[in-house]
């Protein structure tokens, strides 16, 4: 079955330097998570996006963006990068059911971002 | 403020016995459970989930318990195998929001 894509897999970047994470979802997936992963750490909810709108925000800081595009894919975007957002980044997506009920999640692979 | 807490950062298990992790969360809001597995350098993968409505939810080896009064949930594995060692995390979700919350993991090692 087809499963979440990220891309890149690996990614090195400069202080100040900015990155684009790309996060294409399971087919017929219309939400989008976005989560960060320092170091021995757990997953921290960054933002979703539900039919190309930003549907929650969590800890995410104001030198990130993201959004969800036409065909459901998503980009997260890190601009004046520093030494602490080196983490990986999930991706997750999710049909979201109208019956109000929780969806299941599913991730991706991730994105291993180095700042230097 | 850690509201998803799994308290055994490891647990080791011979092979064939049962593996029991252990998570306590504080937000009684909360009404929705995960259990996810982690590998190295791969994402989480999805295992199993119960409601707030239910107190247990079975598929297969994987028996998630949910007690809602004790604020706590218990991932059962029976019986454990090699591949099932991983890092574990549960993670919660109130209903109506979009994001998980996460616990801090435990790492599985089932013994052959």
């Known amino acids: 079955a087809a499963g979440v894509i990220q891309s890149p897999r690996h990614l090195i970047k400069e202080k100040r330097e900015t990155a684009t994470l790309k996060c294409y979802p399971i087919p017929r997936h219309d939400t989008v998570y976005w989560y960060q992963q320092g170091p021995g750490q757990d997953p921290q909810f960054l933002i979703s996006?539900?039919?190309?709108?930003?549907?929650d925000k969590g800890s995410i800081p104001d030198r990130f963006s993201a959004q969800q595009f036409s065909d459901y894919h998503s980009e997260l975007n890190m601009s004046s990068l520093e030494l602490g957002d080196s983490a990986l980044y999930f991706c997750?997506?999710?049909?979201?059911?109208?019956?109000?009920?929780?969806?299941?999640?599913?991730f991706g692979p991730g994105t291993r971002l180095t700042v230097l | 403020d850690q509201q998803v807490k799994q308290n055994s950062p490891s647990l080791s298990v011979q092979e064939g016995r049962i593996s029991i992790l252990n998570c306590d969360y504080t937000?009684?809001?909360?009404?929705?459970f995960l259990w996810y597995k982690k590998y190295p350098a791969e994402g989480p993968t999805f295992l199993i989930s119960i409601s707030s409505i239910k107190d247990k939810n079975e598929d297969g080896r994987f028996t998630v318990f949910l007690n809602k009064s004790a604020k706590h949930l218990s991932l059962h594995i029976v019986p454990s195998q090699p591949g099932d060692s991983a890092v574990y995390f549960c993670?919660?979700?109130?209903?109506?929001?979009?994001?998980?919350?996460f616990g801090t993991g435990t790492r599985l090692k089932v013994l052959a």
């Open positions: 996006f539900y039919e190309k709108m930003q549907s």
């Open positions: 997750a997506s999710s049909f979201h059911r109208t019956s109000g009920s929780t969806d299941t999640q599913y």
């Open positions: 937000n009684s809001m909360f009404d929705y």
């Open positions: 993670a919660a979700s109130v209903k109506g929001t979009y994001k998980y919350i």
